[in-house]
């Protein structure tokens, strides 16, 4: 089957810009996640969702991140406007599990390595 | 609060030799204990999990981790590293006692294996 693929795997811009990331998770995983990795820090959750809702956006750091997962297939992660401290690596992971059953693994894509200058 | 500590930023190893990769967690339920791994330019893989059972648990390429509930540590080991394991790995808990799906994540371990 194919994995979770991320889009793009590097994004350069300026502080001030706008920023789409994308994720395609692998068919038929309606759980979705958004995790974030700033440089040598852990990588921390942004957002959980479930087919179309999102089921846990308790890590979104704050408004200027929106993501969507309209029809419950792939996501996208907007950072609008874009500041210094949003650089990192951006991981996407989807799963099949149901929820209350906690101990699947995640499937994770090999991230988008976002920098903001 | 839930958390997972990895003590180590770098732990090198000579080829052959056995591997230790630290990592110990807070939960306020049981927990369900992860390790995964990083390649250069890759995602992260999964390696192995514990969830209840034996506390000796063993997963991908050989690596093997215990669950010790009394020191709340979850070392990752392998008997015999190969140059082919240098990678970064992280450890990570989801707490039952919440009921929340996401993962809490450590600062990750980058393993050198020395040929």
């Known amino acids: 089957e194919a994995g979770v693929t991320q889009f793009p795997s590097h994004s350069v811009i300026e502080k001030g810009q706008t920023v789409t990331l994308r994720c395609d998770p692998i068919?038929?995983?309606?759980?979705l996640y958004w995790y974030r990795r700033v440089m040598g820090k852990e990588i921390k959750f942004l957002l959980h969702f479930v087919k179309e809702s999102k089921q846990d956006e308790s890590g979104m750091p704050n408004n200027r991140f929106l993501a969507e997962r309209t029809g419950g297939t792939y996501s996208t992660l907007k950072v609008q406007p874009a500041e210094l401290e949003d650089s990192g690596v951006y991981f996407c992971?989807?799963?099949?599990?149901?929820?209350?059953?906690?101990?699947?693994?995640?499937?994770f894509g090999n991230g988008t390595r976002l920098t903001v200058t | 609060a839930q958390s997972v500590a990895q003590p180590e930023d770098q732990v090198n190893v000579a080829e052959g030799n056995p591997l230790t990769v630290k990592c110990t967690y807070s939960?306020?339920?049981?927990?369900?204990l992860f390790w995964y791994v990083q390649y250069p330019n890759r995602g992260l893989q999964f390696l192995l999990k514990?969830?209840?059972?034996?506390?000796l648990v063993k997963g991908s390429y050989g690596f093997e981790a215990e669950f010790n509930k009394s020191q709340t540590s979850f070392h990752l080991k392998k008997p015999s590293a190969l140059v082919s394991d240098s990678a970064l790995y992280f450890c990570?808990?989801?707490?039952?006692?919440?009921?929340?799906?996401?993962?809490?994540f450590g600062t990750g371990t980058r393993l050198t294996v020395i040929p």
């Open positions: 068919s038929g995983h309606d759980n």
């Open positions: 939960v306020s339920g049981n927990p369900y």
């Open positions: 514990y969830i209840t059972g034996d506390n």
């Open positions: 992971a989807s799963s099949q599990e149901f929820i209350g059953q906690l101990n699947s693994p995640l499937h």
């Open positions: 990570a808990v989801r707490d039952s006692g919440t009921g929340a799906n996401n993962l809490f």
